[in-house]
């Protein structure tokens, strides 16, 4: 599956912003979907995943009542609605599939080029 991150962008402290993911490929629906994120000079970290339906959804705790994912099977996206962001929440974002169970980096095998969220205080 091929994947590309789309909505990246400056805002304010306190703003929202939405990102989408883009797949093509392989069935979407055979993957579950997440979020990560990686900031200047540190390790990508997980933000968000979900299961392949997407009824049941996971989040890092630095996000956990800002950030929620979502899918939609019929249009072969997910997205991430951010929504109080901070400035520490500025990072390079990137989504991934995966067909594991399991929040770690490892445990996604595609992953797409990545989208710029830069958060002014």
């Known amino acids: 599956v091929q994947l590309q991150a789309f909505g990246g962008g400056l805002v304010q402290a306190g703003g929202s912003l939405r990102l989408s993911c883009a797949a093509s490929g392989r069935a979407f629906s055979d993957y579950r979907m997440g979020w990560f994120r990686q900031a200047p000079g540190q390790e990508r970290e997980f933000v968000a995943s979900l299961t392949r339906t997407g009824f049941t959804t996971y989040y890092a705790d630095s996000v956990k009542g800002r950030f929620t994912i979502s899918r939609s099977n019929a249009k072969n996206t997910v997205y991430l609605q951010m929504n109080t962001l901070k400035p520490e929440d500025s990072a390079v974002y990137y989504c991934?599939?995966?067909?594991?169970?399991?929040?770690?980096?490892?445990?996604?095998?595609?992953w797409g080029p990545g989208t710029q969220v830069t958060v002014s205080s």
């Open positions: 991934a599939a995966g067909n594991r169970i399991g929040n770690t980096r490892d445990d996604f095998d595609a």
